[in-house]
């Protein structure tokens, strides 16, 4: 059974800067298209990033309002994603999750997310 686990959210201001880690069990992240996603509040899930899978060439691709603000990596050998946010707006204010890609949904069943919180 895949368990996907979040961390990294937290309070910052805008402006400010958070880096959210995924870990996972049961799924190698590297063979895998894998996204971060985030549910705001009275919103749905959104992709926010992904990467493609290290056989079809590894590329990051974003969501048009966090390009030039997000990166999107991966660590293979510690199976662990990351998704490094910069000049963090009120907008992104939301849940992050990381999955599995499956177009525009999650594949597997949800971890708990981390919440990331920018307000002043």
């Known amino acids: 059974q895949v368990q996907l686990v979040e961390s990294g959210g937290g309070l910052v201001q805008p402006g400010g800067s958070l880096t959210l880690s995924c870990t996972g069990t049961g799924i190698i992240f590297s063979a895998y298209n894998m996204a971060w996603f985030r549910q705001a509040p009275g919103k749905q899930r959104e992709v926010v990033a992904d990467i493609i899978s290290v056989t079809s060439g590894g590329y990051t691709n974003y969501v048009d309002s966090v390009k030039g603000r997000f990166t999107i990596s991966r660590d293979n050998a510690k199976n662990t994603m990351y998704l490094q946010m910069n000049s963090l707006r009120p907008e992104d204010t939301a849940v992050y999750y990381c999955?599995?890609?499956?177009?525009?949904?999650?594949?597997?069943?949800w971890g708990q997310g981390t919440q990331v919180t920018v307000s002043s």
């Open positions: 999955n599995r890609r499956f177009g525009a949904l999650g594949y597997y069943s």
